[in-house]
């Protein structure tokens, strides 16, 4: 009979604690320059008590870009739905997505990650991450929120805006962000929104 015990509730409950952790550690120190010591020290746990989770650093490090990948996919889901504008929702990806910790560790992939088996869920995720951003620019400029142009380079330039202001505030938590989200609305209004007057 097969118990499957590694999906105990504890279990998982454990497994979750090691993300978090690593979330953490990982956005501060970066991926070479982290030790799974650090990680099991800060949850009190055995160097090796890690091993039952996780085959290795790259192992945990593809967990948490993956964790990291379903957070926004849920948010997504969610402003998907939203009966607004597509500036709108762009608007409030950006004050929820930036809230979430470790979201520049996607920006920092190693390629020495890429035999891993699950290197191309992140790339796959990546991808359809990258479809669904651009379609709420063209479909802003459908919609008239948006001034017309390339929407792929649209969402490179504000998304690549977004991960590096992140990475520069060092953005932990929601009221730490909401300081700064009021300047990331307006430039998103100055750049995109077709009722911002533009100078001739």
């Known amino acids: 009979m097969d118990l499957n015990l590694k999906n105990t509730p504890k279990r998982i409950k ?3 604690l090691i993300l978090d952790s690593a979330v953490s550690i990982f956005s501060l120190h970066g991926y070479h320059n982290t030790k799974l010591e650090q990680i099991t020290k ?5 160097d090796k008590s890690i091993y039952y989770y996780f085959s290795s650093k790259g192992d945990l490090f593809i967990e948490v870009v993956i964790s990291i990948q379903s957070k926004l996919d849920k948010l997504i889901e969610s402003i998907n739905r939203m009966d607004v504008t597509h500036l709108e929702k762009i608007k409030t990806y950006t004050n929820k997505a930036m809230a979430i910790n470790g979201l520049t560790l996607l920006m920092q992939l190693p390629k020495s990650l890429s035999e891993f088996a699950k290197y191309d869920v992140i790339k796959s995720n990546e991808a359809n991450q990258y479809k669904i951003w ?3 620019f063209k479909k802003g400029q459908t919609d ?4 017309y142009g390339n929407a792929d380079e649209y969402r490179n330039f504000l998304f690549g805006s977004l991960f590096y202001l992140h990475q520069w505030y060092a953005i932990k938590d929601n009221e730490s962000y909401a300081k700064i ?4 609305e307006n430039m998103i209004d ?3 929104s077709t009722n911002f007057k533009r100078l001739k």
């Open 134 to 136: 651009t379609s709420w």
């Open 190 to 192: 100055r750049m995109y």
């Open 181 to 184: 989200q009021p300047f990331i």
């Open 14 to 16: 454990q497994k979750d």
């Open 42 to 46: 800060s949850l009190d746990l055995t």
């Open 144 to 147: 008239g929120s948006m001034i």
